[in-house]
């Protein structure tokens, strides 16, 4: 960008960067300065669908319908990451596999994009994988090696099975997520692995962060013990806490973000 500030790639990439990092402000600065940038308002509720923890004033209201009008034509496959990150994989699955197949602008890189780490737990995207980047489809040189995204894995793939057997065991029998102060240190040391081993763990076999997955497992279980009338003299935020949340704007940020409504309206719903 210092040598072409109106490289339109490096612009897109940017706003990416800005996201993964998460540094609204600058994002927010960048967007509103830069008349080149993509899809400013996607990219801001994309912060906040990525970012839930962060408290920032985005309305993601529109979110749906960004995602039904959006027509094409933009470098990098914004529709695509509100998918994903509005946890519609399927959905999202179907968007990549039609895209790969008519070699639709940055789709070609989706094995290395990190906003599409959710889908790589998926047997689809796996298959897409192998379809996709099939060695007989390279030309024959020996100057040319290729190194599998396998190489690079913490941990033995019969190891890692392993580990995420007892961490299943552990999350839905002994309930570790309801420890309120539970962190990724913590919860490496109940494995016996290193928080980079279980990091890598969570990211690349079932494609959530550590906040992520923990506060999956919070939610399903306020929504069972919500849902139970014996607690019905109790309120939201007490079977919240209980669940495991320590914060009230968590709990209430990451219920939209999987529900798409509110606690309160969530449970009018499926009382019966």
């Known amino acids: 960008m210092s040598i072409n500030p109106d490289f339109t790639h490096p612009i897109a990439l940017k706003q990416l960067c800005l996201i993964l990092t998460k540094d609204y402000e600058k994002l ?3 967007l509103d300065k830069n008349p080149l940038a993509e899809r400013p308002e996607e990219c801001r509720v994309l912060y906040k669908l990525v970012n839930p923890e962060d408290k920032i004033d985005v309305d993601i209201s529109r979110v749906s319908s960004m995602i039904k009008e959006d027509s094409g034509g933009a470098l990098f496959p914004w529709q695509l990451f509100l998918l994903v990150h509005l946890d519609k994989h399927e959905m999202a699955l179907d968007f990549l596999e039609e895209n790969i197949k008519k070699h639709t602008g940055q789709i070609i890189n989706f094995m290395n994009i990190p906003l599409l780490k959710p889908l790589h737990r998926y047997e689809r995207f796996q298959k897409l994988l192998q379809t996709t980047f099939r060695t007989e489809l390279l030309p024959s040189n020996p ?8 190489t690079n894995a913490l941990m033995p793939g019969a190891e890692a099975d392993m580990v995420l057997e007892i961490l299943g065991k552990g999350m839905k029998e002994e309930k570790w997520f309801q420890n309120p102060s539970l962190s990724l240190r913590e919860l490496a040391e109940n494995l016996t692995i290193s928080s980079n081993q279980l990091s890598w763990l969570l990211n690349e076999r079932i494609g959530q962060n550590f906040n992520e997955y923990i506060n999956s497992f919070r939610l399903e279980n306020f929504k069972e013990i919500a849902l139970n009338p014996a607690n019905s ?7 919240a806490y209980e669940s495991g949340f320590n914060s009230k704007t968590v709990f ?4 939209r973000k999987i529900e798409g409504m509110t606690p309160k309206a969530w449970l009018r719903s499926n009382q019966f």
């Open 28 to 30: 927010n600065d960048f």
């Open 143 to 150: 100057e040319i090696q290729i190194t599998s995204p396998a």
């Open 233 to 239: 003299h109790l309120t939201l935020l007490s079977l």
């Open 252 to 255: 209430n940020t990451f219920f």
